[in-house]
């Protein structure tokens, strides 16, 4: 059995009156995903804000794995204006940029008290490579002024730049709030790509339904009453499994008519259950192009065709002309995907308004 990393044991956490959770108890090993669901309200930030320790709660234990080393997106990132892009990363206390300031402060003081361990320290969590490595991932996130002032940003550009805060220190322990708000596909891809290769643990909440697929292996849901339920699987094995169990509750043993009608209300339950189906932003506006990105990639795909039969003798080109195919048809195959995901929710999106 997996040793958790984080576990939670019986974590209550109310507002007055209002009981966001209450006693919920779950533990996350080594290379879990975990998506948390629930009706807008239902306190999905608050208990990431928790985990992250930066809200507290009634009662309740919270222990992480000795060392864990964690970092946190938040939905909404605040950073003074004041600050450049690269003084942004580090502007937030994560393990590396403490340990730099110490060292800073070590040199700071007649004789360097402590040096030797600080660079020992140093050496062991890479502190030495972290502004070009926040340089490089910047980059890749499409943020080059390094010395543009954060005031200036858009919101995708602040997204981006909180989103490289994250990825800087390579945590153990990965928390997302809404990371695909505000993220043009570009910048969604080079995500995806990380998480396809990070070895630690992603605890995220998210209204993407196809991002949640993509990434996540099990999901919390919030159920009334503030309790949790863990199903295994993406968000579609989550619908899936929570449709198929109303049914067979309200249905076992009943007529046809009665089967239908309790169909009904599956329906409506499952519904009253999560919030209403909507595009995000980004899907929105993919769903709107995606035809003429796609037949603009078909129309690359029959261009190198033509261009390998004319270079057939020349091995050096023909090499090349491959290469390119391949990677084009793998992102036909890709947007293919994208488009069958997102013409199946606009479907649902319309039934829901029936």
Same mark, same amino acid.
């Given at each position: ?23 919920? /108890? ?35 234990? +919270? ?28 502007? $937030? ?11 800073? #402060? ?5 004789? $360097? ?7 020992? #320290? ?52 990965? +928390? ?30 998210? $209204? ?18 503030? $309790? ?15 449709? /198929?169990?109303?049914?067979?509750? /309200? /249905? ?24 209403? +189906? ?77």
């Amino acid at each position: 059995m997996a040793v958790p990393y984080l576990q939670v044991d019986n974590l209550t956490k109310s507002f007055g009156d209002l009981v966001l959770f209450e006693n919920i /108890s779950f533990g996350i090993a080594e290379g879990q995903r975990v998506g948390l669901i629930a009706k807008n309200g239902s306190g999905k930030t608050t208990l990431l804000n928790i985990i992250a320790g930066k809200e507290g709660y009634d009662s309740g234990n +919270i222990v992480f794995r000795r060392d864990l080393r964690v970092d946190y997106l938040e939905q909404d990132p605040q950073y003074p204006e004041e600050l450049t892009v690269l003084e942004a990363c580090f502007h $937030h206390g994560n393990s590396t940029v403490e340990l730099i300031k110490e060292y800073e #402060r070590c040199m700071e003081t007649e004789g $360097h008290p402590g040096l030797e361990d600080l660079l020992a #320290r140093m050496d062991q969590e890479k502190a030495w490579e972290y502004e070009q490595k926040a340089k490089q991932i910047l980059s890749q996130l499409k943020i080059r002024n390094f010395d543009q002032q954060v005031k200036q940003l858009s919101g995708g550009q602040l997204k981006r730049v909180a989103l490289a805060n994250a990825l800087i220190t390579e945590p153990d322990l990965l +928390i997302l709030d809404e990371p695909t708000n505000d993220l043009d596909i570009e910048t969604l891809e080079i995500l995806e790509e990380y998480l396809d290769g990070f070895a630690g643990i992603v605890i995220t909440v998210s $209204h993407d339904r196809y991002f949640l697929d993509r990434v996540v292996d099990r999901i919390f849901a919030f159920e009334a009453g503030g $309790h949790l339920t863990q199903y295994e699987g993406g968000y579609t094995d989550y619908r899936d499994k929570c449709v /198929s169990s109303i049914y067979n509750v /309200s /249905s076992n043993g009943t007529s046809d008519t009665s089967k239908s009608k309790a169909a009904g209300q599956v329906k409506k339950a499952y519904n009253s259950h999560e919030d209403k +189906i909507k595009f995000t932003y980004m899907e929105q506006k993919e769903y709107e192009t995606i035809d003429d990105d796609i037949e603009k990639l078909e129309t690359k795909v029959s261009e190198l065709d033509d261009e390998i039969t004319k270079n057939a003798t020349s091995y050096s080109k023909l090499a090349e002309l491959t290469k390119e195919k391949e990677d084009v048809e793998r992102q036909l195959e890709e947007k293919m995907e994208r488009w069958e995901y997102l013409n199946d929710l606009a479907e649902k999106i319309e039934k829901q308004k029936q």
